[in-house]
């Protein structure tokens, strides 16, 4: 498997770290209904067979964390962008 | 050497050198060959015809094919170290030296004890594992199984460390070709000719494939000038390589969509770089293996020629047909002198052509099918050979080798001749493994009465026999016609002008799986010894599927995974439960699909080399001082530094903590993961992946900080140090440093981006050396002088500083890990080395003594400070004493589910030290704690040990432990369990997991 790491290049799988489901937003904290909503955020998670958001880090390489649109079922990358709220438009 | 030494060997033509004759051994025996043979080719030359003996019964058998396919001719190949079980004879080049043994034989291949259990043959039985052993039920650990693996196993491992080196390496092109046959030879030449980078894998030493084996022109000149042709044109591109001796296993996920060109791929290959040496040579590996990413690869693997199912059919000199002219035209061997051809295909003919050429005598031909073409029969006439159209071979005598066969014609006469080799020709089965790799089941061609690729992963190509074109002309098309559309479809064009002209042939094949009239055992899988009547039973027992033949019998699961032979089976169950073969389906397929040693994927990365040895750079100071070093994380760590005259390591750690308690002692702490962390929001940041407060931490000053995960749980502790104004440097564990760098720079990419901070890890561009004890600031004063004052006021605890010394950058921070008043030094790691020498020279007179990971380990627990044994990822900031530092004034990472019931339970296990009533009991960390007088179930576990040592300073044992309720046990008398190691159990008392300065008065001073 090999992943297009927008600042490196495509590198092999194994310069990189997973994480899983980019789905994960932090839930606000404040919230009557915070406890809820955390473990909500931090146990359930989807486990598709088939196209899945997910994070990875290219940990031996630029240290970016990665949204990678990944078919479980055979490892195709489908799309892939900068992780986080305020991606980089142009990487997107 | 002689002729005569080789009987076999037809006197002239073969592509072997004759002026190299090479001497080898085969099971003792001397024997000579000629370079360019395979082992195979060399012991039939010498007329040796049984080579090993079969997996369950024992019985003879010889070589049956003439490639990688082979299920027979497995040897012990090499000797010593370097022996290599099921090494298959067929596929072994031939050099001068080997040896080789047959395999599975005791005492000798022609006397066989074994072979007895051909008698006992209703006993094994598809599923006799499971039927004949049952009982008595304690007998199969202690007999059954034993004796069944000693009966049953293939070749001996060497069972010492193999003395050869293995590699890695990726391989990058436009197009892979794989396999070298008349198919990939065309496809290579059109791309490459178009200018793409080429790789070209195959498994044989020799380009040509099949074209090496059959006497065919191309262009009306001999088939092998033309691939001689065509491989020096390849060779004079410089993006084309050729990889002789290199089998393509597997195909693996690839990139697609948007951001790569779609079909890119990557491959898996080994390249037997060595295989055919005696030894490899200095430096270099006996294999290597590729990861191959190619943008567009051509499957030109060719096909796998079956036989067929008849009573006997596993006789020594009973051959598949195309391996009888791989012998006859490739090596020059006649695989026998008096022959039979027994065939359900137009091109089985072929080798009762070559046979005649060659000089041997054709006996018979006997095609199953009632009309065989007109043409082939005209040509046979040439040959003197007796035709038995319709007719089938129900039995093949001779136990130690083929002496004859029956025949049963159209008219159900048997006939018996006196034969010794036998051609079978059951059809073509292409190779196409990799074509399923990804998941895609093939399709039935009732063609060629096979199955054949279907749906094709993105970006791969078939063509030729693979594809299930089984003649030399449609597979030069193909092939040059899958290349040139490989290359253009990465926009490659130019040259064109493949266009090669090869003789018609015929190509016919009809089904012929299972003579129905056989007598004896009609083998469908030669290595595991599964029959007919195996297939039968399964049937009979309801193992229909093709998934459940295959587990409840056997089939195809040895080495050679029944390429030869499988799909007999499943015509046969197609047969008996009435459903077709297509209907009934071939089983996945998964990668590797031809064996690969374990060698091969571990590469270089073994014994020493597992992973990359880092040295701090005070290592070579640390070797001098006679420091016993220890893996800890990714880094070698002084344990201890032994001193002459100590009895055991515990006198040197005894000796070595006292020091630092009552004098001073230097510790190398370089290990520790340190992250630089720079930007105006970074005390914000901080705040925020900590649980406690960093924002109030004024320039100059460090805090111990603790991290926990999101779910609640802590996962490390460290300190950061407040540099300057928006810069910090954090600490964290040597084991954690990675995994806390990949939390932070999350926190910092996706749950923060807006936060201005910035993170780097430094652990590698500073070397740290702790400075401990009463006389550390003595110590300190020697050595900066001016370049920083250490009183207590100027620098109290918790105090930092950034300054240079000698001219160099450093900085000191005033913090603890062994309780005693310490600090810590910083130079960047070239400074490294000689910053030690001088801090270590600063103390000579304060008798200054290094001490390593072990005293380390000591003073902690004696302070109760944590580390990976503590935070396990199974223990809250409350459990280990720290819930004061869950800050109630801010939102961290963690906070929210901290609070869970289950987090907050006051039953949790929580940190306390124990100490045992009898001061030298030893107590050992992952020991279990257990109320007195309960008796040592689960439900009676009260928590277990994290941490244990022998304290010189309290000269006890002292433990640290995680136990439930501890807080509220204070002063109770409780028991440590630890029946594997110990077998006694230990008596102690819970105390308050500080057991040395409880004030911390020494830390201030």
Same mark, same amino acid.
């Given at each position: 498997m090999r992943i297009p790491c927008p600042y490196c290049g495509e590198r092999d799988v194994s310069e990189f770290a997973y994480l899983g489901d980019a789905g994960y937003v932090r839930p606000?904290?404040?919230?009557?209904d915070a406890p809820r909503r955390y473990v909500e955020a931090v146990y359930l998670r989807d486990n598709p067979a088939g196209p899945h958001e997910e994070l990875w880090f290219h940990s031996q390489g630029c240290r970016q964390w990665l949204q990678v649109r990944r078919d479980?079922?055979?490892?195709?990358?489908?799309g892939l962008r900068v992780a986080g709220?305020?991606?980089d438009p142009e990487a997107g | 050497m002689s002729e005569a030494a080789q009987p076999?060997?037809?006197s002239r033509g073969g592509?072997?050198?004759?002026?190299r004759a090479l001497s080898f051994r085969f099971d003792d025996r001397d024997y000579t060959g000629y370079a360019g043979d395979t082992l195979a080719s060399a012991l039939l030359a010498n007329g040796i015809r049984r080579v090993g003996r079969s997996f369950k019964y024992h019985r003879s058998r010889g070589v049956?094919?003439?490639?990688?396919?082979? #299920? +027979?001719?497995?040897v012990e190949l090499r *000797?010593? !170290?370097r022996r290599e079980p099921n090494t298959r004879a067929t596929v072994t080049e031939l050099f001068a030296g080997l040896e080789a043994r047959s395999q599975n034989r005791w005492p000798s291949l022609a006397l066989?004890?074994?072979?007895?259990?051909s008698c006992f043959s209703p006993l094994f039985v598809a599923g006799f594992y499971y039927k004949?052993?049952?009982?008595?039920?304690?007998?199969?650990?202690?007999l059954y199984e034993p004796a069944i693996r000693r009966a049953a196993g293939l070749g001996r491992a060497?069972?010492?460390? !193999?003395p050869d080196g293995y590699e890695k390496s990726f391989g990058f092109c436009d197009v892979l070709v794989i396999g070298a046959g008349p198919a990939g030879l065309a496809a290579a030449l059109a791309a490459a000719r178009r200018g793409a980078r080429v790789v070209l894998c195959e498994?044989?030493? %020799?380009?040509?494939g099949r074209l090496n084996a059959e006497r065919c022109s191309i262009d009306g000149s001999d088939a092998v000038d033309w691939v001689r042709r065509v491989e020096a044109e390849l060779a004079s591109f410089a993006d084309v390589r050729i990889l002789r001796?290199?089998?393509?296993f597997g195909l693996y996920d690839g990139t697609a969509g948007s951001?790569?060109?779609?079909g890119t791929r990557t491959f898996g290959a080994v390249e037997?770089?060595?295989?055919?040496?005696?030894q490899p040579p200095q430096?270099?590996?006996r294999q290597r293996l590729w990861k191959i990413v190619a943008r567009r690869a051509v499957l030109a693997a060719g096909a796998v020629e079956r036989t067929i199912a008849f009573g006997?059919?596993?006789?020594?000199?009973?051959?598949?047909a195309s391996a009888v002219r791989s012998y006859v +035209?490739?090596?020059?061997?006649? #695989?026998?002198?008096r022959v039979a051809v027994f065939t359900s *295909?137009?091109?089985?003919?072929k080798a009762a052509f070559d046979l005649s050429e060659a000089g041997?005598?054709?006996?018979a031909l006997i095609d199953a099918?009632?009309?065989?073409p007109a043409s082939l029969i005209e040509q046979l006439r040439a040959t003197g050979a007796r035709l038995y159209a319709?007719?089938?071979?129900v039995e093949g005598h001779g136990?130690?080798?083929?002496?004859g066969v029956t025949i049963m014609d159209s008219q159900a006469r048997r006939t018996r001749l006196r034969v010794d080799a036998l051609a079978v020709s059951g059809g073509w089965n292409p190779n196409l493994a990799l074509a399923t790799h990804t998941g895609s089941k093939p399709r039935w061609s009732e063609r060629i009465h096979a199955f054949v690729p279907d749906v094709?992963?993105?970006g791969l190509a078939v063509a030729g026999a693979a594809r299930g074109a089984l003649t030399l002309r449609e597979a030069l098309s193909e092939g040059a016609e899958a290349g040139a559309a490989a290359a253009e479809q990465l926009g490659f064009s130019g040259a064109a002008g493949e266009q090669w002209r090869a003789d018609e042939e015929a190509s016919e094949v009809a089904p012929l799986?299972?003579?129905?009239?056989?007598?004896?055992k009609a083998f469908v899988d030669f290595q595991h010894d599964v029959t007919h009547e195996d297939v039968a039973l399964a049937a009979r027992e309801g193992f229909r599927s093709v998934e459940h033949l295959k587990r409840y019998t056997t089939l195809g699961m040895a080495t050679d995974q029944g390429r030869t032979s499988a799909l007999n089976a499943h015509a046969i169950m197609s047969a008996l439960t009435g459903r077709s073969i297509a209907e009934l389906g071939t089983p996945g397929a998964r990668p590797p699909c031809t064996p690969v040693a374990i060698g091969a994927f571990a590469g270089p990365h073994r014994?020493?080399?597992f992973r990359p040895t880092r040295r701090t750079a005070g290592h070579g100071w640390a070797q001098e001082q006679g420091a016993t070093f220890i893996e800890a994380g990714d880094w070698l760590r002084a344990q201890w530094f032994a001193q002459p005259g100590e009895s055991d390591w515990q006198a040197t750690v005894d000796r070595e903590v006292k020091a630092v308690r009552t004098r001073v002692g230097l510790c190398d702490v370089s290990t520790l993961g340190k992250v630089d962390i720079q930007g105006r929001d970074a005390a914000k940041f901080l705040d925020r992946v900590?649980?406690?407060?960093?924002?109030t931490l004024p320039v100059g000053k460090v805090r111990y900080g603790l991290m926990l995960r999101e779910d609640g749980f802590v996962l490390d502790d460290g300190t950061s140090a407040h540099?300057?104004?928006d810069h910090y440097v954090m600490s964290t564990t040597t084991a954690n440093a990675q995994r806390v760098l990949q939390h932070l720079e999350h926190a910092r990419q %996706? @749950?923060?981006?807006? %936060? !201005?901070v910035r993170l780097a890890s430094v652990t590698e561009q500073w070397a740290q050396y702790a400075i401990a004890g009463p006389e550390s600031r003595r110590l300190l004063e020697q050595a900066l002088g001016d370049a920083l004052s250490v009183s207590n006021q100027a620098f109290p605890y918790l105090a930092c500083a950034e300054f240079r010394w000698q001219g160099v950058p450093a900085r000191l921070f005033r913090i603890s890990f062994s309780g005693e008043l310490a600090y810590e030094l910083a130079v960047p790691a070239q400074y490294g080395d000689a910053a030690v020498r001088a801090i270590a020279a600063a103390g000579a007179s304060l008798g200054v003594v290094p001490y390593g990971l072990e005293s380390l380990n000591v003073m902690r627990i004696e302070k109760g400070h944590l580390t990976g044994n503590e935070l +396990?990822?199974?223990?809250?900031a409350a459990d280990l004493?720290?819930?004061? @530092?869950?800050?109630?004034r801010k939102d961290f990472i963690g906070r929210v589910l901290a609070q869970r019931p289950g987090l907050t339970d006051p039953r949790r296990p929580a940190l306390v030290g124990v100490r045992p009533?009898?001061?030298?009991s030893p107590v050992r960390s992952g020991a279990h704690f257990l109320s007195?007088?309960?008796?040592?179930t689960l439900e009676n576990d009260q928590g277990y040990v994290t941490s244990a040592a022998f304290s010189p300073m309290l000269n006890s044992w002292i433990a640290l432990g995680l136990l439930s309720r501890g807080r509220e046990r204070l002063g109770e008398r409780i028991r440590i369990h630890d029946?594997?190691?110990?077998?006694t159990d230990v008596e102690v008392e819970v105390v308050?997991?500080?057991?040395?300065?409880p004030a911390g008065e020494r830390l201030v001073t």
């Amino acid at each position: 498997m090999r992943i297009p790491c927008p600042y490196c290049g495509e590198r092999d799988v194994s310069e990189f770290a997973y994480l899983g489901d980019a789905g994960y937003v932090r839930p606000d904290p404040d919230t009557a209904d915070a406890p809820r909503r955390y473990v909500e955020a931090v146990y359930l998670r989807d486990n598709p067979a088939g196209p899945h958001e997910e994070l990875w880090f290219h940990s031996q390489g630029c240290r970016q964390w990665l949204q990678v649109r990944r078919d479980t079922r055979t490892h195709e990358i489908l799309g892939l962008r900068v992780a986080g709220p305020t991606a980089d438009p142009e990487a997107g | 050497m002689s002729e005569a030494a080789q009987p076999k060997r037809i006197s002239r033509g073969g592509m072997i050198d004759r002026a190299r004759a090479l001497s080898f051994r085969f099971d003792d025996r001397d024997y000579t060959g000629y370079a360019g043979d395979t082992l195979a080719s060399a012991l039939l030359a010498n007329g040796i015809r049984r080579v090993g003996r079969s997996f369950k019964y024992h019985r003879s058998r010889g070589v049956l094919t003439a490639g990688p396919e082979e #299920p +027979n001719a497995l040897v012990e190949l090499r *000797t010593g !170290d370097r022996r290599e079980p099921n090494t298959r004879a067929t596929v072994t080049e031939l050099f001068a030296g080997l040896e080789a043994r047959s395999q599975n034989r005791w005492p000798s291949l022609a006397l066989d004890l074994g072979a007895v259990s051909s008698c006992f043959s209703p006993l094994f039985v598809a599923g006799f594992y499971y039927k004949t052993f049952m009982w008595p039920k304690s007998f199969w650990e202690k007999l059954y199984e034993p004796a069944i693996r000693r009966a049953a196993g293939l070749g001996r491992a060497s069972g010492q460390p !193999d003395p050869d080196g293995y590699e890695k390496s990726f391989g990058f092109c436009d197009v892979l070709v794989i396999g070298a046959g008349p198919a990939g030879l065309a496809a290579a030449l059109a791309a490459a000719r178009r200018g793409a980078r080429v790789v070209l894998c195959e498994e044989d030493f %020799l380009l040509g494939g099949r074209l090496n084996a059959e006497r065919c022109s191309i262009d009306g000149s001999d088939a092998v000038d033309w691939v001689r042709r065509v491989e020096a044109e390849l060779a004079s591109f410089a993006d084309v390589r050729i990889l002789r001796r290199t089998s393509v296993f597997g195909l693996y996920d690839g990139t697609a969509g948007s951001h790569s060109a779609s079909g890119t791929r990557t491959f898996g290959a080994v390249e037997r770089v060595s295989d055919h040496l005696q030894q490899p040579p200095q430096f270099q590996p006996r294999q290597r293996l590729w990861k191959i990413v190619a943008r567009r690869a051509v499957l030109a693997a060719g096909a796998v020629e079956r036989t067929i199912a008849f009573g006997g059919n596993d006789r020594p000199g009973i051959m598949l047909a195309s391996a009888v002219r791989s012998y006859v +035209n490739r090596f020059a061997v006649l #695989p026998g002198r008096r022959v039979a051809v027994f065939t359900s *295909t137009d091109d089985g003919w072929k080798a009762a052509f070559d046979l005649s050429e060659a000089g041997a005598s054709v006996e018979a031909l006997i095609d199953a099918r009632g009309e065989p073409p007109a043409s082939l029969i005209e040509q046979l006439r040439a040959t003197g050979a007796r035709l038995y159209a319709g007719s089938r071979v129900v039995e093949g005598h001779g136990s130690a080798g083929l002496s004859g066969v029956t025949i049963m014609d159209s008219q159900a006469r048997r006939t018996r001749l006196r034969v010794d080799a036998l051609a079978v020709s059951g059809g073509w089965n292409p190779n196409l493994a990799l074509a399923t790799h990804t998941g895609s089941k093939p399709r039935w061609s009732e063609r060629i009465h096979a199955f054949v690729p279907d749906v094709l992963p993105g970006g791969l190509a078939v063509a030729g026999a693979a594809r299930g074109a089984l003649t030399l002309r449609e597979a030069l098309s193909e092939g040059a016609e899958a290349g040139a559309a490989a290359a253009e479809q990465l926009g490659f064009s130019g040259a064109a002008g493949e266009q090669w002209r090869a003789d018609e042939e015929a190509s016919e094949v009809a089904p012929l799986w299972f003579v129905g009239e056989s007598r004896g055992k009609a083998f469908v899988d030669f290595q595991h010894d599964v029959t007919h009547e195996d297939v039968a039973l399964a049937a009979r027992e309801g193992f229909r599927s093709v998934e459940h033949l295959k587990r409840y019998t056997t089939l195809g699961m040895a080495t050679d995974q029944g390429r030869t032979s499988a799909l007999n089976a499943h015509a046969i169950m197609s047969a008996l439960t009435g459903r077709s073969i297509a209907e009934l389906g071939t089983p996945g397929a998964r990668p590797p699909c031809t064996p690969v040693a374990i060698g091969a994927f571990a590469g270089p990365h073994r014994g020493r080399h597992f992973r990359p040895t880092r040295r701090t750079a005070g290592h070579g100071w640390a070797q001098e001082q006679g420091a016993t070093f220890i893996e800890a994380g990714d880094w070698l760590r002084a344990q201890w530094f032994a001193q002459p005259g100590e009895s055991d390591w515990q006198a040197t750690v005894d000796r070595e903590v006292k020091a630092v308690r009552t004098r001073v002692g230097l510790c190398d702490v370089s290990t520790l993961g340190k992250v630089d962390i720079q930007g105006r929001d970074a005390a914000k940041f901080l705040d925020r992946v900590y649980s406690n407060v960093f924002s109030t931490l004024p320039v100059g000053k460090v805090r111990y900080g603790l991290m926990l995960r999101e779910d609640g749980f802590v996962l490390d502790d460290g300190t950061s140090a407040h540099l300057s104004p928006d810069h910090y440097v954090m600490s964290t564990t040597t084991a954690n440093a990675q995994r806390v760098l990949q939390h932070l720079e999350h926190a910092r990419q %996706l @749950l923060w981006p807006d %936060l !201005d901070v910035r993170l780097a890890s430094v652990t590698e561009q500073w070397a740290q050396y702790a400075i401990a004890g009463p006389e550390s600031r003595r110590l300190l004063e020697q050595a900066l002088g001016d370049a920083l004052s250490v009183s207590n006021q100027a620098f109290p605890y918790l105090a930092c500083a950034e300054f240079r010394w000698q001219g160099v950058p450093a900085r000191l921070f005033r913090i603890s890990f062994s309780g005693e008043l310490a600090y810590e030094l910083a130079v960047p790691a070239q400074y490294g080395d000689a910053a030690v020498r001088a801090i270590a020279a600063a103390g000579a007179s304060l008798g200054v003594v290094p001490y390593g990971l072990e005293s380390l380990n000591v003073m902690r627990i004696e302070k109760g400070h944590l580390t990976g044994n503590e935070l +396990n990822g199974t223990t809250t900031a409350a459990d280990l004493g720290m819930g004061r @530092l869950m800050s109630t004034r801010k939102d961290f990472i963690g906070r929210v589910l901290a609070q869970r019931p289950g987090l907050t339970d006051p039953r949790r296990p929580a940190l306390v030290g124990v100490r045992p009533i009898d001061p030298y009991s030893p107590v050992r960390s992952g020991a279990h704690f257990l109320s007195m007088g309960e008796p040592p179930t689960l439900e009676n576990d009260q928590g277990y040990v994290t941490s244990a040592a022998f304290s010189p300073m309290l000269n006890s044992w002292i433990a640290l432990g995680l136990l439930s309720r501890g807080r509220e046990r204070l002063g109770e008398r409780i028991r440590i369990h630890d029946p594997v190691r110990s077998g006694t159990d230990v008596e102690v008392e819970v105390v308050a997991p500080v057991f040395f300065d409880p004030a911390g008065e020494r830390l201030v001073t």
